[in-house]
């Protein structure tokens, strides 16, 4: 494909994209961006941010889940995620400790919504043990749960999953990979 039909093939896209949303037929708008910790899928319905995703995941896989637990109306619509786009980078930058966008919860229910509510609480540059989460979330034995809920977190970063620890102070593991989780909290340990 040439320079030119790329920029064509974009602008196509670009003009699709607007008129679903105009339409009011874009329910799940995408788009990736480049980070430290590798490329990221960010999905939004009109309701606000549904889905984060590490390229280890498989944006495309992650696309299709969106179109059977969501909608299939499923496009490239970066607009729509200027703003997590931009507060992202500043997050990767040092200069932000919070996100502030809206978020759309649908895709967890039950007690992994609660430990996620939760997991907003630990402050920027600290760690929690999977068992001070479990006990937060008002049930102090399920550890495992708290870990499973950690591990299927469909809002990763945004949702600071990475800063829940093994009790021992290990990082133990991560959706986005256990290097992804070593270079977040390094990042918020040296902000």
């Known amino acids: ?6 920029a064509t093939l974009d602008a196509l896209r670009s003009r699709l994209a607007d008129r679903a ?3 009011g037929v874009l329910d799940v708008a995408w788009r990736t961006v480049d980070s430290p910790v590798g490329p990221l899928l960010l999905a939004a319905t009109e309701a606000g941010l549904v889905r984060v995703a590490f390229d280890v995941e498989g ?3 992650v696309l299709d889940r969106l179109a059977v637990a969501v909608s299939p109306r499923v496009l490239r619509a970066p607009a729509r995620l200027d703003r997590v786009a931009a507060e992202l980078d500043e997050y990767f ?8 966008v809206t978020l759309d919860r649908r895709l967890s229910t039950g007690f992994q919504r609660t430990v996620l509510t939760h997991l907003r609480e630990i402050p920027y ?3 929690a ?9 008002g049930s102090p034995r399920a550890v495992r749960a708290v870990g499973t809920a950690c591990a299927t977190n469909p809002l990763p970063l945004v949702v600071p999953c990475h800063r829940v620890v ?3 102070g290990t990082a133990g593991r991560y959706r986005g990979g256990e290097a992804a989780k070593a270079l977040l909290i390094a990042l918020e340990a040296h902000s």
Not at 1 to 6: C, K, N, S
Not at 93 to 100: I, K, L, P, Q, V
């Open 125 to 127: 540059g600290e760690t």
């Open 166 to 168: 093994r009790s021992d």
């Open 1 to 6: 494909m040439t320079a030119a039909e790329a």
């Open 21 to 23: 949303e105009a339409e």
């Open 93 to 100: 930058a040092g200069r932000r400790r919070t996100f502030d």
């Open 129 to 137: 043990s999977y068992g001070a989460v479990a006990l937060a979330a």
């Open 59 to 61: 944006h495309e896989a």
